[in-house]
């Protein structure tokens, strides 16, 4: 199976602040890469996939870059409902594996 | 308006057997994967087991393989999860999910859970 790993696991912003999210992949997995974020007690919601590819109706301050094996969500002006979880999750492979999360907290 | 609801979710004894049940609308049922993912408590998502949009591939998590059964019903909109010999560590939030295509892929639209708690 892919692992996926983010970091940071947590971060501490204030709105305003750019955000970056990381996440790497065991192997190679050319671009099939995508993004949700999720809120307390909520089903995660599709950000973005293909790598870089914003859904329909995400804001556009939520983008995503990255090739081969290293990934990157930012956000590059966090406002007050962007503080959640985030996970990233390939579908190169069979199983469409998640990273572990990252929680974006209020500083 | 793509709508996806679980039922079936409850208290079970270790060993025991529940089946999950997914009802989609609001879309072309039958021309998109569906997939099992689910959540512990304070934990993060966890892939689970996906059936292709004809039912005729099914792919699981080594964790649940030989113990869980995925299937569907296109003529009814509808998308099962027949969970068997549970765990403890089965406990979790169960999300049906759309993929966005006929295959295994992500996922654009997410149920809003079913929780299954496996205890003694």
């Known amino acids: 199976d892919i692992q996926l790993t983010q970091s940071p696991s947590s971060l501490s912003a204030s709105v305003g602040d750019r955000v970056t999210i990381t996440c790497r992949a065991s192997l190679g997995i050319r671009h099939s890469l995508a993004w949700y974020q999720q809120k307390p007690g909520k089903a995660p919601n599709l950000l973005v996939y293909?790598?870089?590819k914003l859904q329909t109706g995400v804001p556009s301050r939520f983008s995503g870059s990255g090739s081969g094996t290293d990934y990157t969500l930012t956000i590059s002006s966090l406002q007050p409902e962007d503080f959640a979880i985030y996970y990233c999750q390939q579908y190169y492979n069979i199983p469409g594996t998640f990273g572990q999360g990252t929680r974006v907290e209020i500083k | 308006e793509v709508q996806l609801l679980e039922s079936g979710g409850g208290l079970v004894q270790p060993g025991g057997s529940l089946r999950l049940s997914c009802a989609a609308s609001?879309?072309?049922?039958?021309?998109?994967?569906m997939t099992w993912v689910r959540q512990a408590p304070g934990k993060g998502l966890e892939w689970v087991a996906v059936v292709s949009s004809n039912g005729g591939g099914r792919y699981y998590a080594d964790s649940v393989k030989g113990r869980f059964t995925i299937s569907r019903d296109n003529s009814k909109d509808m998308m099962y999860l027949q969970m068997d010999s549970l765990r403890t560590e089965d406990t979790a939030v169960y999300f049906c999910a759309k993929d966005v295509v006929a295959a295994p892929y992500y996922f654009d639209f997410w149920g809003q859970g079913t929780l299954v708690a496996v205890s003694s």
């Open positions: 293909d790598a870089s």
């Open positions: 609001g879309f072309t049922f039958r021309s998109y994967a």
